[in-house]
T-cell receptor, first 111, second 112 residues
């Protein structure tokens, strides 16, 4: 079945460091791909999405590119802030089917 | 603002005492989902409604039930909560033909 694998955390970075969180997926065909962010004590918020190969999703300085050749959707940000500390979930979805989530990566940014 | 609302945000119940969690939405979305999220884990889908059609995940315990009396509201009933049911419960919505699921803030359930 479909699955999402993302790098295990926690990831600890200093403020203004470069962030990469790796995500790869296994699926037949080309699902839509998402990154969700969960701040402490809150629900999930959609951070960005890409619905077809080579699409780049971006939001709040975060970017991810849908790479079908490597079945990847890595999350990047050039300069992280303390307020970016959260858990990040990579996910895929086909049409109206429920999301398939990765296990999440906890990011801690220290000043 | 259109949104997904969950009440209460924090719920404490006793072992074996039935509890109901509530979700409402002002988005007029036809699909509603309930997820269980335990500490440091990904959300796990319990069930979802596509319009009035109920879809139960194969590994969702019988202890968990759901009701959707109308488009706007959906309830999660836990008939006999055990200590292992302590978790964050997330409600989400989506609409046919779109990609995004909108999540509520969650209800954190504690079982004593």
């Amino acid at each position: 079945g479909d699955s999402v694998t993302q790098m295990e955390g926690p990831v600890t970075l200093s403020e203004e460091a470069f962030l990469t969180i790796n995500c790869t997926y296994t699926a037949t065909g080309y699902p839509s791909l998402f990154w969700y962010v969960q701040y402490p004590g809150e629900g999930l918020q959609l951070l960005l999405k890409a619905t077809k190969a080579d699409d780049k999703g971006s939001n709040k300085g975060f970017e991810a590119t849908y790479r079908k050749e490597t079945t990847s959707f890595h999350l990047e940000k050039g300069s992280v802030q303390v307020s970016d500390s959260a858990v990040y979930f990579c996910a895929l979805r086909w049409g109206n089917t429920p999301l398939v989530f990765g296990k999440g990566t906890r990011l801690s940014v220290i000043a | 603002d259109a949104m997904v609302i969950q009440n209460p945000r924090y719920q404490v119940t006793q072992f074996g005492k039935p509890v109901t969690l509530s979700c409402s939405q002002t988005l007029n979305h036809n699909v509603m989902y309930w997820y269980q999220q335990k500490s440091s884990q990904a959300p796990k889908l319990l069930f979802h409604y596509y319009d009035k059609d109920f879809n139960n995940e194969a590994d969702t315990p019988d202890n968990f039930q759901s009701r959707r009396p109308n488009t706007s509201f959906c309830f999660l009933d836990i008939r006999s909560p055990g200590l292992g049911d302590a978790a964050m419960y997330l409600c989400a919505t989506s609409t046919s033909g779109t990609y995004e699921q909108y999540f509520g803030p969650g209800t954190r359930l504690t079982v004593t």
